[in-house]
């Protein structure tokens, strides 16, 4: 299968002033592409600057240097209002918490016809109606629930009004902000499938970005893992988690708890210090077709050997 | 022998709201042992956190009340005590960590003093030797440079660090029972690693007894000795980790399990638990879980189940553990879990290594 770039992200910069003298590199210098139709799940602790990335890939930041394509063309450059209009119908965010993301005055059917008014796309208030409530029922909401204000749902109910109001667009491209943070177990694993399902359906790509590493690992079909402005390993969701290379990811890895208390009494906590290698010198480098890990030379070759060993063991 | 020290009897809050009597707690019963930790598990709303700030007491009045129920410790009913009698027991046998370490401390004070807020008042340490106590906390809990850290606003620590002073101000008086509702929800995965190994390790060395309160199926196998489920008010399955986790009865219990993806998951679909928990101010007839119950029958709609004794430890209130119920399974993802879990335990403790 030929896998065409949907987004092209080059040496993304964004640096925050603070105070005088202050500098703050959120963003510190990353590249990756995302593939039309997968999920590309950002993993990191809060600090690491994935929010910051996502929130510059759809320019509700300036870019300090680097390059964001979306379809080819550069996402950060001059662009007449009509080309930007396009630009953001294609390109559509889900918020993290489902409580301070929706207008507390606005009906759910204004919220969602938000976005279909601005980009007069259907003019017709009856068509308009109608298509609200098709957006509801999509998610899985009733029909009736579009004069109904925000704080009359749960948590969860939110979230999926939410998604409908991104998905009113016909958009290609979704950035989901930790999407599933804020709910409850029972409650995230019902928005996960629909946005799984809403994906199939739509031919809809994601960047995913949270903290929650099993939740990634089920949604991604390729994971980032950031530390401190940097992505320090980049792979298949698969072969990030069964071949960590990177010790930052090892940690994270080792960090997650599993609900099964065998495991968990036997629990190996690994720690990842900056200081136990060279940092200073680590270039992005792909150790294997799609596995890239930020590292030196040197250590970029004893990660070769550690995946071919790992080969050894493959299903012949 | 009975060596529980906290016993809770039929435990019932209400809340009086515009809408109505809320009923958040409808009947909990449980016991605490000494140094065990409890979990109590369940999602926003299931009644969990009302029931530790009702040992707490800090159900708020007036429209707070606790109209049933005993909550016996140290031959004192908790449930009866004026607020008065509450404050000498508060902060000193019982202490509490709160999810929000952001919000739990006061901006406006320098964390020494609020550590030795409490030692003063209960402990009627001097100034000095409180100090002295305050700066062993803090060595305790793990915060590098207490000396400096000590004349130090919450604000110039980071979450996880201001979650320890948190710790340390509940460990201050050496409580008998230590509540911690969602202590790290708001915290990293490394982060939150970190704090509940520092709980682990402060449990062993003062012998505390812990409530912990979570929805993360994965911190209860990490720490709890015996889990309690909540549902709409009520623990619906309390028994040993292992009872719970590698032999669920109750349908709600097998949904919260299927829910949480493991690392290895492959099925295209997580088991979602339909629909949502049950209005609290209306509780339904019958079975509060019937509603979102695939495995419904006629007798849920009709009547509440009682606790079903499964083994001397495991008991769960579901109608398909009574004789006439039809036999029925976890779903297979729950199952191939558990079985998954087994299975793996060695090999990853090998690749550990």
Known sequence: ?316 | MDDSILDVRNLHVTFDTYGGKVQAVRGVNFSLKKGETLAIVGESGSGKSVTTKALMGLVAKPAGKIPKGEILFEDKDLAKLTEKQMQKIRGKDLSMIFQDPMTSLNPTMKIGKQIMEGLILHQNLSKTNAKKRALELLELVGIPDPVKRIDQYPHQFSGGMRQRVVIAIALACNPKILIADEPTTALDVTIQAQILELMKDIQEKMDTSIIFITHDLGVVANVADRVAVMYAGKIVEIGTVDDVFYNPKHPYTWGLLGSMPTVDSEEEKLIAIPGTPPDLIHPPKGDAFAARNEYIMQIDLEEEPPMFKVSDTHYAATWLLHEDAPDVNPPQAVKKRISDARRNKSSVEEVRD
């Open chain 1, 1 to 316: 299968m030929d896998k065409e770039k949907l987004l092209e992200v080059k040496n993304l910069k964004q640096h925050f002033q603070t105070g005088k003298k202050g500098v703050i590199k959120a963003v510190n210098g990353i590249s990756f592409d995302i593939y039309r139709g997968e999920t590309f799940g950002l993993v990191g602790e809060s600090g690491c600057g994935k929010s910051t990335t996502g929130r510059t890939i759809i320019r509700l930041y300036d870019a300090t240097s680097g390059e964001v394509k979306f379809n080819g063309i550069d996402v950060h450059g001059k662009k007449s209002k009509k080309n930007l209009k396009q630009f953001n119908r294609q390109m559509q965010m889900i918020f993290q918490d489902p409580y301070a993301s929706l207008n507390p005055r606005m009906t759910v059917k204004e919220i969602i016809s938000e976005g279909i008014d601005i980009h007069g796309l259907i003019k017709n208030e009856k068509d308009k109606t109608a298509r609200v409530q098709e957006l509801l029922e999509t998610v899985g909401l009733n029909k009736e629930h579009a004069s109904r204000y925000p704080h009359e749902f749960s948590g969860g109910q939110r979230q999926r009004i939410g998604i409908a109001r991104a998905l009113a667009v016909d958009p290609e491209f979704i950035i989901a902000d930790e999407p599933i943070s804020a709910l409850d177990v029972s409650i995230q694993a019902q928005v996960v499938n629909l946005m799984k399902e809403l994906q199939k359906e739509h031919k809809l790509t994601y960047l995913f970005i949270a903290h929650d590493l099993s939740m990634v690992k089920y949604i991604s079909d390729r994971i980032a893992v950031m530390y401190f402005g940097r992505i320090v390993e980049l792979a298949d969701s698969e072969e990030l988690y069964n071949k960590p290379l990177h010790p930052y990811t090892k940690s994270l890895l080792s960090a997650i708890p599993l609900p099964d208390p065998d495991f968990e009494r036997n629990r190996k906590r690994i720690v990842y210090d900056p200081n136990m290698h060279d940092t200073q010198n680590a270039e992005f480098r792909e150790i294997s077709p799609g596995h890239w890990v930020l590292c030196t030379e040197e250590e970029g070759k004893a990660y070769k050997q550690t995946i071919q060993g790992a080969n050894g063991f493959l299903k012949k």
